[in-house]
């Protein structure tokens, strides 16, 4: 659902960049109480993660495919504030480095596909589980809900944002038709995406899943058929925050290397819901060229490679790269200064 230069008026992509930087800014904030030393690597893994994730359209209807957006598994995986910072990341070295979604409309895609998605999936996800009981297949059953209605969330604020200030004059309601009915589709491919992810992730360290603190629920054993507390164990396990995370860390890396650097050559080339949409009902007259049209990975391929089986795979393995960097020095940046801020706060509070 990337939005290229064109689709709506620089006006209203203004207002929309104004709004998506005010997001960001509150976001590095509310991150701070998300992260910490040990996982801000991780949430630097989300985000390339979901970058890998992103380049394998599948196909969703006649001539079209989908992709995940990735707002509803950030948001449960690292957080709601930290997920919207991983979206915008991967927006960014798209459109900086593969031209996919442009950059004067950054700001709408970062407000649709990263605020919106990310908003929406965790409030639901939130809700959900406080009413199901408190197992780890609840849980995944809530976040499978969660991303199925986060998708068609943002392709109602894209028509919306089209509505306001589409460069074409197309009737409304066929553009809200057309969105809707696609992107529930692609919808049930992002709920499966980010069900299994998230299930896995449970199923190996349900302590660094973020949406899952404070739900776990005491091991029951059935004894006479009945269910009872297991007993506590003899020996206790070591605190979540002292257990190692580099064994995930690096299952996740070369998955994520592994679905760009081969998985990709083999995904829909049919175009993704917006796409077919805009080129259905005209709403891509208007479209500008990418400014970074010229960018050496432009189109998602090393220029000059020839074999498209290998520029194909070394983009995807360029971006996993650059996005894990970007994400990660970022998140730990925003870790160091909630461990600076209370320090500060602890030297203030000696000294009253």
């Given at each position: 659902?990337?939005?290229?230069?064109?689709?709506?008026?620089?006006?209203?992509?203004?207002?929309?960049?104004?709004?998506?930087?005010?997001?960001?800014?509150?976001?590095?904030?509310?991150?701070?109480?998300?992260?910490?030393?040990?996982?801000?690597?991780?949430?630097?893994?989300?985000?390339?993660?979901?970058?890998?994730?992103?380049?394998?359209?599948?196909?969703?209807?006649?001539?079209?495919?989908?992709?995940?957006?990735?707002?509803?598994?950030?948001?449960?995986?690292?957080?709601?504030?930290?997920?919207?910072?991983?979206?915008?990341?991967?927006?960014?070295?798209?459109?900086?480095?593969?031209?996919?979604?442009?950059?004067?409309?950054?700001?709408?895609?970062?407000l649709d596909m990263g605020v919106v998605t990310t908003v929406v999936a965790y409030a639901l996800f939130r809700g959900l589980v406080g009413v199901l009981p408190r197992?780890?297949?609840?849980?995944?059953?809530?976040?499978?809900?969660?991303?199925?209605?986060?998708?068609?969330?943002?392709?109602?604020?894209?028509?919306?944002?089209?509505?306001?200030?589409?460069?074409?004059?197309?009737?409304?309601?066929?553009?809200?038709?057309?969105?809707?009915?696609?992107?529930?589709?692609?919808?049930?491919?992002?709920?499966?995406?980010?069900?299994?992810?998230?299930?896995?992730?449970?199923?190996?360290?349900p302590d660094l899943v973020h949406g899952a603190k404070g739900l776990t629920a005491p091991l029951k054993l059935r004894v006479d058929g009945e269910l009872v507390d297991?007993?506590?164990?003899?020996?206790?396990?070591?605190?979540?925050?002292?257990?190692?995370?580099?064994?995930?860390?690096?299952?996740?890396?070369?998955?994520?290397?592994?679905?760009?650097?081969?998985?990709?050559?083999?995904?829909?080339?049919?175009?993704?819901?917006?796409?077919?949409?805009?080129?259905?009902?005209?709403?891509?007259?208007?479209?500008?060229?990418?400014?970074?049209?010229?960018?050496?990975?432009?189109?998602?391929?090393?220029?000059?490679?020839?074999?498209?089986?290998?520029?194909?795979?070394?983009?995807?393995?360029?971006?996993?790269?650059?996005?894990?960097?970007?994400?990660?020095?970022?998140?730990?940046?925003?870790?160091?200064?909630?461990?600076?801020?209370?320090?500060?706060?602890?030297?203030?509070?000696?000294?009253?």
């Open positions: 659902m990337h939005v290229p230069d064109g689709f709506i008026n620089a006006p209203v992509s203004a207002v929309a960049g104004v709004v998506a930087a005010g997001a960001v800014a509150v976001s590095l904030r509310g991150a701070r109480r998300e992260l910490d030393e040990r996982t801000a690597p991780l949430a630097g893994l989300v985000a390339a993660f979901i970058f890998a994730v992103q380049m394998l359209n599948f196909p969703v209807a006649a001539g079209t495919s989908g992709h995940l957006l990735g707002g509803a598994l950030a948001a449960i995986l690292v957080g709601p504030y930290t997920g919207v910072l991983c979206i915008s990341v991967v927006l960014l070295m798209q459109g900086i480095l593969f031209a996919d979604g442009g950059l004067t409309a950054l700001g709408v895609n970062v197992t780890r297949r609840s849980m995944t059953a809530a976040s499978f809900v969660a991303a199925l209605v986060s998708v068609p969330a943002a392709a109602c604020a894209f028509t919306l944002m089209y509505w306001i200030g589409g460069t074409t004059d197309i009737p409304i309601g066929k553009v809200f038709t057309a969105m809707v009915g696609v992107h529930v589709l692609i919808g049930i491919g992002e709920a499966v995406i980010t069900a299994l992810t998230v299930g896995a992730v449970l199923a190996v360290r297991a007993p506590a164990p003899v020996r206790e396990p070591a605190p979540a925050a002292h257990r190692p995370t580099r064994g995930l860390w690096v299952t996740g890396l070369v998955t994520a290397l592994v679905l760009a650097g081969f998985v990709s050559f083999y995904a829909s080339a049919n175009p993704d819901g917006l796409e077919k949409v805009a080129t259905d009902q005209g709403i891509d007259k208007e479209a500008k060229e990418h400014a970074a049209k010229d960018s050496p990975l432009a189109d998602y391929g090393v220029k000059d490679v020839s074999n498209a089986r290998l520029s194909g795979g070394l983009a995807g393995i360029i971006g996993v790269g650059a996005t894990l960097v970007a994400g990660s020095g970022a998140f730990y940046v925003v870790s160091r200064r909630r461990r600076t801020q209370g320090e500060a706060d602890s030297r203030t509070e000696e000294k009253v």
